[in-house]
């Protein structure tokens, strides 16, 4: 099983350029996370999705958009890049089904918006 | 909202036991988790506690107060490959989870 993945690994854009990072997972997982990380910070929750079609709001979801229009898959998007948008993202995801609460994450991808 | 303060930095020798405390304040409560990243890489899941009490894992052990907001991870038995950052993170409903902003553990010989 290859868990959780994460393309690109590593992108730079152009203020006011868009782009879409992909989230996948094999874990048949009902669950999925985005998170962004900045330097010296913990993780920040953009959107998730508790299944099929649904996504909600995080903690910090103002220029991103999501879609989970499969299962295994959760995309993340950002219509107009900004500066402050340059972070590691991390996709996760969990079953809901357990009592430990495990979220399960992905190698994460580097945007630099200059 | 959420906040977690943790300290930002704990340094212990090989061998030793070190402890990272972490407090919270939120609302819609449903459990503490810890997670290890090391150089940036993806978090690793470390505990969950629910509910009051010591959970033991192999080293390392977490303990949950609900009734002081409080929590900590005790590490056991310091390896070299323990250097890492450590977050506690609070679980809300749907598995959500704040994180607090890391402690990062350094292991010396």
């Known amino acids: 099983n290859a868990g959780v993945t994460q393309t690109p690994k590593f992108r730079v854009l152009k203020t006011g350029q868009s782009m879409t990072l992909l989230c996948a997972q094999d874990?048949?997982?009902?669950?999925m996370y985005w998170y962004r990380q900045d330097p010296g910070m913990g993780l920040r929750l953009i959107h998730y999705?508790?299944?099929?079609?649904?996504?909600a709001k995080g903690e910090v979801p103002d220029g991103y958009n999501v879609s989970r229009l499969k299962k295994q898959n959760f995309l993340l998007g950002l219509e107009s890049a900004a500066p402050s948008q340059t972070s590691v993202y991390f996709c996760?995801?969990?079953?809901?089904?357990?009592?430990?609460?495990?979220?399960?994450f992905g190698p994460g991808t580097r945007l630099t918006v200059l | 909202g959420q906040s977690l303060e943790q300290p930002s930095e704990v340094t212990a020798v090989e061998g030793a036991i070190v402890q990272i405390n972490c407090t919270y304040q939120?609302?819609?409560?449903?459990?503490l988790s810890w997670y290890q990243q090391h150089d940036g890489g993806a978090p690793t899941f470390l505990s969950y506690?629910?509910?009051?009490g010591l959970e033991e894992t192999g080293r390392f052990s977490s303990f949950l107060s609900r009734s002081d907001s409080y929590g900590y991870l005790l590490l056991q038995e310091l390896q070299m490959k323990d250097s890492a950052s450590y977050f506690c993170?609070?679980?809300?409903?749907?598995?959500?989870?704040?994180f607090g902003k890391g402690t990062m553990l350094l292991v010396s010989p």
């Open positions: 996760a995801s969990s079953n809901p089904r357990t009592n430990y609460n495990e979220q399960f």
């Open positions: 874990m048949n997982h009902e669950y």
């Open positions: 999705s508790v299944g099929e079609g649904t996504t």
């Open positions: 939120t609302s819609g409560f449903y459990g």
């Open positions: 506690n629910a509910l009051d």
């Open positions: 993170a609070v679980s809300t409903r749907y598995s959500t989870l704040t």
